[in-house]
Structures are given as C-alpha cells and as structure tokens.
C-alpha cells in the first residue's frame, strides 16, 4: 500500500525553525518526483518546494526560497523540509506529494501545472507560526 506519511509540524515563535519529515512506505522514493505543498485557510494550495532524483534538482518558490530548504534521505525513504526563519504567513497545513519521476519535472510539480491527481499526497501536518 502507497503511503506518505508527514510529521514534524506544530507552533514556533516568528523567527523559529522546523524540520517537517515525509515518510514514504509501499514505494521507493528515488523513482519519483518529492514536493512540499502547504495551503492555508481561505487560500489556494501553494507549491512550497519540491525535489528530483538528485539533490540538486529541486525547485522553491520565491516566497520560501533561502529560508527553506528540502533534501531526501534514501536510506529512511524520507523527504525532509527544513524551514527556518519562518513568518506567520508561513502558517498552513503542510502537504507532501509523491508524483512519478516520467509525468513531471520539480518545476512542473511545484507550479501546479502537473495535475495533482496523478501522484500520491500525506494527509498533512499543521504548521503555526505565532508569538
């Protein structure tokens, strides 16, 4: 059974950090395309990061690029989000997404263009940022 699994959210202080984790059973992580998608209440869901087969394929978007920062474990098949300096706009439920490495690119994946049907999504985690 395809699942992912997310962990690591919960309520930091402006200016705080968190490690949100992405735990994959059923399938091989490597073989697809990792993103981090978040959506807060009243707003669309915004593709936050998302990374290749590779480290350093991996795509932000503009609003987290330098504070956040994704990376993947092969060994645990885990996908990780390191976000750090973070707002009270950062505040969301946070999605991982797992879409296979032959329909999408990190870019196409995290812009929403790759419709999200066609991979398999965590059931979130919240993250609040408040003082």
């Known amino acids: 059974q395809v699942q992912l699994v997310e962990s690591g959210g919960g309520l930091v202080q402006p200016g705080g950090s968190l490690r949100l984790s992405c735990a994959a059973s059923?399938?091989?992580?490597?073989?697809?395309?990792i993103g981090w998608f978040r959506q807060a209440p009243g707003k669309e869901r915004e593709g936050v990061a998302c990374?290749?087969?590779?480290?350093?394929?991996?795509y932000y978007a503009p609003s987290v690029k330098g504070r956040f920062t994704i990376s993947r474990d092969s060994a645990k098949n885990t996908v990780y989000l390191q976000m750090s300096s973070l707002k009270p706009e950062d505040t969301a439920v946070y999605y991982c997404?797992?879409?296979?490495?032959?329909?999408?690119?990190?870019?196409?994946?995290?812009?929403?263009?790759?419709?999200?049907?066609?991979?398999?999504w965590g059931q979130g985690t919240q993250v609040t940022v408040s003082s």
């Open positions: 997404a797992a879409y296979p490495i032959s329909i999408t690119t990190v870019q196409a994946m995290c812009r929403l263009i790759t419709p999200s049907g066609r991979g398999s």
């Open positions: 990374i290749g087969s590779s480290d350093a394929n991996t």
């Open positions: 059923g399938f091989t992580l490597d073989y697809y395309v």
